[in-house]
């Protein structure tokens, strides 16, 4: 601040100083040169005065040069000055004799006037009247005086005033400044918050599945709340948990937690709170947390999840961070929501609703792009294709229910059953195909012998009644023992079921063997 000043107050002190040399200067030398000029001019009135008396008296009386006594009376009264500084004298020319002087000559320096005297139309002498300069010079030095103090009353005022409305106008300006450029900032931060989060927005809906859009989440709030650990929480599906689903800037709270123990979940607002004030902290926050805020994330009335700042901003700019903490939850809810609604009409047209395993629609979409792998990585391939043995025993003996109960436990025992990178899906009424990417036909075998004996193991009741053991009947197929494209390894893994049955059911055939050969043959 003081550089700032330093600039336009030494320009002002400047100004002042000069105006007062300047003041201090000129009212002595003006009033010298005035009071010079009047007394010059008064002493040639006189002096010319003088001579006109004098030569009249000379040409009236020729013998009165002989009475120099005579002159000098006269001069003393026609000259008035009695203030002891001036004298007048009569010169004779051509020698320059004084014939009479009213007085002593003077001691210092003076002013001098002179005027021709006649006698008979010649010029035979001079009149000369002279002042001293003593007193005029008192007299300035008195106006010198008057004009330094002059000088200095206006160099105060001038840099007094001033200055003190310079300050107060430039600490004015550096306020406004100061304000301007903090809101310029905050306008900035505001836009590139703006343009992230809605790139952010425009990615998510890009996003193939929650988990793709946790990570982009995550990458994003980082540069949003870079220095502030968070975390975004979702509801698990039986909503009785909420999962991290992206974490930044170091987070160290626990993975999960139950709904009662965040504060922004029960309240159904969002949540601000630091230790020792009235708002309790949450109790999934950690204990090395001083502060924390919790957004709860909404979608048409839902409750998604929260997003979770480990730290509270402290800065001047908390409530700004507050707000994009809660407008990023805004536009978070409503991603999410449009992406779980989004997987949520997806799985009705590839998931079969009694099983949740994929339908045959997806079998066929999918089975092409896992060959075309395959055949790119030179690895093998699996299909294998299961029918549940007497399943419309089932249906005739208890009921459709029953079936169902069956059916459904079949797909929930698959699903345990397979790897995340297989496809287990419901191939139509009561059989079911397992696509098994980079494993081999004896792998496949394995794994068909183990499913068949875990079935049987199952003990499936309905309102408490046994159904009694489900069997299985197996046929397993690969690629590129069996067949070159999906949907050959797709019949040779079918006609390696039907020689199952062919042979009694409950046990598992793999194609190649000569009778499920012959099968796919026929």
């Known amino acids: ?31 010298f040169t005035s009071s010079y000029r009047d007394l010059d001019t008064q002493l040639e009135g006189h002096a010319a005065l003088l001579s006109n008396a004098v030569s009249r008296l000379v040409s009236e009386q ?63 002498g001079t009149v000369r009247v002279e002042h001293e300069l003593r007193p005029l010079l008192a007299k300035t030095g008195l106006a010198a005086a008057l004009g330094l103090a002059l ?62 859009a946790d990570e982009m989440i995550g990458r994003t709030a980082e540069k949003l709340f870079a220095g502030d650990p968070g975390a975004l929480y ?25 709904p009662e123990e965040c504060w922004a979940v029960r309240r159904g607002q969002a949540h601000l ?13 950690d204990a090395s947390v001083d502060s924390h805020l919790c957004v709860p994330l909404m979608a048409q009335g839902e409750m998604l999840g929260i997003l979770h700042l480990g730290c509270a901003p402290q800065d001047a700019g908390h409530e700004a961070r507050q707000a994009l903490a809660k407008r990023l939850a805004g536009h978070l809810g409503l991603a999410l929501g449009n992406l779980r609604l989004r997987e949520s009409l997806k799985n009705l047209s590839i998931r079969d609703p009694l099983t949740g395993l994929f339908n045959r629609r997806y079998l066929v979409e999918t089975l092409e792009r896992e060959f075309y792998r395959a055949r790119r990585a030179a690895a093998p391939v699996a299909i294998i294709m299961i029918d549940a043995d007497h399943f419309k025993r089932f249906n005739d003996t208890f009921g459709h229910e029953a079936g ?38 004896d792998g496949a075998r394995v794994r068909a012998e183990a499913i068949r004996q875990g079935v049987a193991r199952l003990d499936i009741k309905l309102g408490g009644k046994a159904l009694g053991p489900v069997t299985l009947s197996l046929g397993v197929a690969s690629f590129p023992d069996d067949a070159d494209t999906g949907e050959a390894v797709l019949a040779s893994a079918d006609a390696a079921l039907y020689q199952a049955k062919q042979q009694g059911r409950n046990r598992v055939c793999v194609f190649g063997e000569p009778a499920a050969a012959e099968t796919l043959r026929s």
């Open 1 to 31: 601040m003081s550089e700032r000043r330093a600039g336009p107050e030494s320009i002002i002190t400047g100004i002042a100083a000069l105006l007062a040399i300047v003041v201090a200067l000129l009212l002595p030398v003006a009033h």
């Open 234 to 258: 979702l509801f698990t599906e039986s909503r009785t948990l909420l999962n991290v689903a992206a974490a930044w800037g170091g987070h160290a709270d626990a993975g999960s937690f139950m």
């Open 62 to 124: 020729p013998a009165a040069w002989k009475y120099y006594s005579h002159m000098d009376e006269l001069l003393r009264r026609s000259f008035s000055h009695h203030d002891g500084h001036a004298i007048v004298a009569l010169v004779l020319e051509p020698d320059g004799v004084v014939i009479a002087q009213t007085g002593p000559p003077l001691a210092s320096r003076a002013v001098r006037a002179e005027a021709p005297l006649f006698d008979s139309g010649s010029r035979v």
């Open 151 to 212: 000088g200095a009353a206006i160099f105060w005022s001038l840099r007094t005033f001033p200055l003190r409305t310079l300050r107060r106008t430039l600490d004015e300006l550096h306020a406004a400044r100061g304000v301007a450029e903090s809101r310029a900032r905050e306008l900035e931060l505001q836009a590139n918050e703006s343009a992230l989060a809605t790139r952010m927005t425009e990615v998510l809906q890009l996003a193939r599945s929650v988990e793709e």
């Open 273 to 285: 709170a630091r230790r020792g004030e009235l708002n309790p902290m949450c109790a999934h926050v």
């Open 404 to 441: 169902d109960a069956v059916l459904r436990e079949l797909g929930a025992f698959l699903k345990s059953s397979v790897r995340a990178e297989d496809i287990a899906c419901r191939y139509g009424g009561e059989e079911f195909c397992l696509v098994l990417p980079q494993m081999s036909r």
